[in-house]
């Protein structure tokens, strides 16, 4: 069993910044490539930005130069910093990891999401 807890949403002004965490906790052996997704209302839910276990990092062509992606792997938790944030980049955000359990095959998991909320 393996909980992904997120933290670090909320309401700011365009221009501002915000940074999101999200922590893996249960049985966990390896935590792979972990990402933030994000869904605004009447849209499909999106890749934001992702990293693997070894730092390598992708973004959407939206939030290069503005967000950054990382990661604490003793920690298995993922950060996404968020500046200059504009108003469509009002969505709810979901962390998401690819995680090896003892004896179990790596599985998809999810967090509750967070919500973002950039006003004009």
């Known amino acids: 069993q393996v909980q992904l807890v997120e933290s670090g949403g909320g309401l700011v002004q365009a221009g501002g910044s915000l940074r999101l965490s999200c922590a893996a906790s249960?049985?966990?052996?390896?935590?792979?490539?972990m990402g933030w997704y994000r869904q605004a209302p009447g849209k499909q839910r999106e890749l934001v930005a992702a990293?693997?276990?070894?730092?390598?990092?992708n973004y959407a062509d939206s939030v290069k130069g503005r967000f950054t992606i990382s990661r604490d792997n003793a920690k298995n938790t993922v950060y996404l910093q968020m500046n200059s944030l504009k108003p469509e980049d009002t969505a709810v955000y979901y962390c998401?990891?690819?995680?090896?359990?003892?004896?179990?095959?790596?599985?998809?998991?999810w967090g509750q999401g967070t919500q973002v909320t950039v006003s004009s």
């Open positions: 998401n990891a690819d995680i090896l359990s003892p004896y179990s095959d790596p599985y998809d998991y």
């Open positions: 249960g049985s966990i052996f390896r935590s792979n490539t």
């Open positions: 990293i693997t276990s070894g730092g390598s990092t």
